[in-house]
Every structure is written in structure tokens, then in C-alpha cells.
């Protein structure tokens, strides 16, 4: 079955989004990950957290299972999504 966006949004918590939207709140682009075109704006920059472990902070990191949910969600929205990890 395809991941969809309801699967991904699931996996950020509130403690997530809410941190997020602090750490971003300079950037061009503020990073809200209850928000789909959002998560796909970074999501080159979030892959790569998530599957090197560095993120989430403070939280039990993301399973392997849900790292490659968002790649495949990601390349079912942007088909040329290049990861760099």
C-alpha cells in the first residue's frame, strides 16, 4: 500500500513541529511539519536527519521502517527527490 501524507504527518510530534517552527523562524521558509507542502519544501534536509538519527531531539529516534516511508511518500510526490544520505 502507498504511504501517504496522514502516515507521515503522524510520525512528527507536536513537540516536533513546535520546535521546528522556532529553530526556522528566520529561515526563507518557515518549517512547519504538520504542513505537506512544508515537509516537502525540506524534505531533502529532514531525510537526511531522520536516517542519520540526528533528529528527532529528545525523542526516540525514527525506526528504519518510518525513514523509508518517507522516502518512498517523498518520491511519490517529487519523482526526481534526490536524498543525499
Do not use: C
Request: hydrophobic share 45%; net charge negative; aromatic share 12%.
Amino acid at each position: 500500500m502507498a504511504v501517504t501524507w496522514a502516515t507521515i504527518e503522524a510520525y512528527f510530534t507536536d513537540m516536533d513541529v513546535e520546535h521546528m517552527k522556532r529553530v526556522s523562524a528566520n529561515w526563507p521558509k518557515v518549517m512547519d511539519l504538520h504542513d505537506e507542502a512544508s515537509v516537502l519544501y525540506y524534505a531533502t534536509q529532514i531525510h537526511a536527519a531522520v536516517a542519520s538519527g540526528r533528529m528527532p531531539i529528545g525523542e526516540p529516534r525514527w525506526t528504519p521502517q518510518m525513514v523509508a516511508d518517507f522516502l518512498e511518500w517523498w518520491k511519490s510526490q517529487q519523482p526526481t527527490a534526490k536524498p543525499i544520505v
